[in-house]
Nanobody, 125 residues
Framework: QVQLVESGGGPVQAGGSLRVACRVH????????LAWFRQSEGREREGIAA???????TYAESMKGRATISKDNSKNTLYLQMVNLRPEDTAMYYC???????????????????WGQGTPVIVDS
């Protein structure tokens, strides 16, 4: 089973930018539908964006216009570039991998059997 390791989280000032990364181990990233989710305290995990095997991307409403998902297949790594961060973006950010059998969207958690441990993003006001 593929293993996912996130990195790049940390504190950032409101209005600032941050890029988090997800390294894929044990298989080739290009074979998977890869997605970013986040979860803040007391709230359900929500999708942010997904990238399919061809590189096509979809975005959920949660950060649409402020987040960009990308893959570097040569590094087996998925990225999420976030701009204009707000205090309400404070959360644990997770990457997830699935086969995309029902399409590749960061919508249904059950579509993603593999998850990383998360990386925290703390936006200071």
């Amino acid at each position: 089973q593929v293993q996912l390791v996130e990195s790049g989280g940390g504190p950032v000032q409101a209005g600032g930018s941050l890029r988090v990364a997800c390294r894929v181990h044990g298989d080739t990233a290009s074979r998977y539908c890869l997605a970013w989710f986040r979860q803040s305290e007391g709230r359900e995990r929500e999708g942010i964006a997904a990238a399919d095997t061809s590189g096509s991307t979809t975005y959920a409403e949660s950060m649409k216009g402020r987040a960009t998902i990308s893959k570097d297949n040569s590094k087996n790594t998925l990225y999420l570039q976030m701009v204009n961060l707000r205090p309400e973006d404070t959360a644990m950010y997770y990457c997830a991998a699935g086969w995309g059998a029902r399409g590749c969207e960061a919508a249904r958690l059950s579509d993603f059997p593999s998850w990383g441990q998360g990386t925290p993003v703390i936006v200071d006001s």
